[in-house]
C-alpha cells in the first residue's frame, strides 16, 4: 500500500513554453471498488500544474474545476497542460488526463498567490467577526473515537476518520430539523469528521486536498430506511461527474496543527432522478491534533480555518458498473 504522498506524482516528459506534458500512475491503493477514486485523480492533475508552476510567479493553486467524461483505471496515465492566459494576479491552465489514447478527465486551474496582504483594508472574514465561518465540527479530535469506513473503499489501511455523531443526529427523523414540516429551505442532510492519513510518512499537500474533499457520506448513504432512496445504497458506488475545488488558504505548516489531519463537513440537498443524481459541498479544515492525541485547550475552534470548499455532482450507480468499467481497458503499468 503506497501512501498518498507518493501516490500523487508527476514526472515531466516533455516542455515547451507554455504546454508540457507529464507521466503519473494511478495507484491500485487509492481505489474504491475497482475504480481510483476521484478526487484523487483530480489530485494528480493538481500535482501536474503545481509541478508546471513551480518556478513561476503564480504558485498557489487557487481554483479548479474539474469534469470526469470517462471513469479512470489503475495504472499508468498522461496529464497534458496549456496556459491558456498569465494576468497579474492569476495564470489560467487548462489540463487533461489521459489513458489508453482517450481523455478521461478534463479540467480548468487557476493559480496564484495565496500570501495574505500585509497592508491596506483587510478584505478577509475571521473569528472573533460574528460573521466568520467558524469550524463545524463539534469535537476535538482527542476525544474522537475512530469509526470503521464503507468496505468498498480499498485504503483503509492509509486513511481512518471519526465521524461526528452529533452532526449524524441532525439527520434523523426525530430530529428538530425535521419536526417542524413549515421550516422554510431545509431538507438534505449532513455530515462531518475528523479524516487523518495514517502512515507516518505521509503528509497533506495541495494536490491532496481534493481527494479529502471527495471523502464523505453521500446522501442517499445518510437517509433513513423510511426513505425509499436509500434502499440498496450499501452496494452503491457514487461517481463524481463534475468538481469544483476552491483553494481558501495554505496548507499550515505550524506545529500548531496536525500534519496528516484535516476536519471535513458536508452538506447534501437535492436529489433527484435519473441516476439518482445528487449535490455535496464540502469543507476541508484544519485540525488542532491527530484523532486520539492532543489536549482540548480554550479557544481551539477560532484557530482553525478552512483550507477548501468543494463542490461536486455525482450520480447513484450499481457497484458492480464500477467493476466492470474498472476492470475493462485496463491499463499495463510499465513499473
Not at 301 to 330: E, F, S, W
Request: proline residues 6%.
Amino acid at each position: 500500500m503506497v501512501p498518498l504522498v507518493r501516490a500523487l506524482y508527476a514526472s515531466e516528459t516533455s516542455r515547451c513554453s507554455e504546454t508540457a506534458t507529464y507521466a503519473t500512475e494511478l495507484n491500485g491503493s487509492w481505489v474504491i471498488g475497482s475504480i481510483p477514486q476521484g478526487g484523487y485523480t483530480l489530485g494528480q492533475v493538481v500535482e501536474a500544474c503545481a509541478r508546471f508552476q513551480s518556478e513561476a510567479v503564480h504558485k498557489d493553486p487557487i481554483h479548479v474545476t474539474a469534469h470526469f467524461l470517462r471513469a479512470t483505471n489503475v495504472g499508468p496515465a498522461e496529464v497534458r497542460v496549456s496556459v491558456q492566459k498569465i494576468g497579474k494576479n492569476f495564470t489560467n491552465l487548462s489540463a487533461d488526463l489521459a489513458q489508453g489514447g482517450h481523455t478521461r478527465l478534463t479540467s480548468h486551474l487557476i493559480f496564484g498567490d495565496l500570501t495574505p496582504v500585509p497592508d491596506g483594508i483587510p478584505r478577509s472574514l475571521a473569528a472573533p467577526s460574528p460573521y466568520a465561518r467558524r469550524l463545524p465540527l463539534l469535537n476535538h479530535p482527542s476525544a474522537a473515537v475512530r469509526d470503521r469506513m464503507r468496505h468498498t473503499w480499498r485504503f483503509h489501511s492509509l486513511l481512518s476518520w471519526s465521524m461526528d455523531h452529533t452532526i449524524l443526529a441532525r439527520n434523523a427523523m426525530r430530529s428538530q430539523t425535521r419536526a417542524d414540516t413549515e421550516i422554510i429551505g431545509g431538507g438534505g442532510a449532513e455530515w462531518g469528521a475528523w479524516c487523518e492519513l495514517t502512515r507516518t510518512e505521509d503528509e497533506i499537500k495541495p494536490s491532496s486536498i481534493p481527494f479529502f474533499g471527495d471523502m464523505f457520506l453521500n446522501l442517499p448513504s445518510l437517509l433513513p430506511d423510511s426513505e425509499p432512496a436509500s434502499h440498496g445504497t450499501s452496494d452503491c458506488w457514487f461517481p463524481t461527474v463534475t468538481m469544483t475545488v476552491e483553494f481558501k488558504a495554505r496548507i499550515p505548516s505550524s506545529q500548531d496543527y496536525a500534519s496528516r489531519t484535516v476536519g471535513l463537513y458536508s452538506e447534501s440537498h437535492f436529489l433527484t432522478d435519473p441516476h439518482g443524481r445528487h449535490n455535496a459541498h464540502v469543507e476541508v479544515w484544519t485540525a488542532p491534533s491527530a484523532i486520539g492525541q492532543g489536549k482540548l485547550e480554550a479557544g481551539w475552534r477560532d484557530k482553525q480555518y478552512c483550507i477548501a470548499v468543494v463542490d461536486q455532482m455525482a450520480l447513484t450507480l450499481p457497484m458492480d458498473l464500477n467493476h466492470r468499467q474498472g476492470n475493462r481497458d485496463k491499463v499495463v503499468t510499465k513499473l
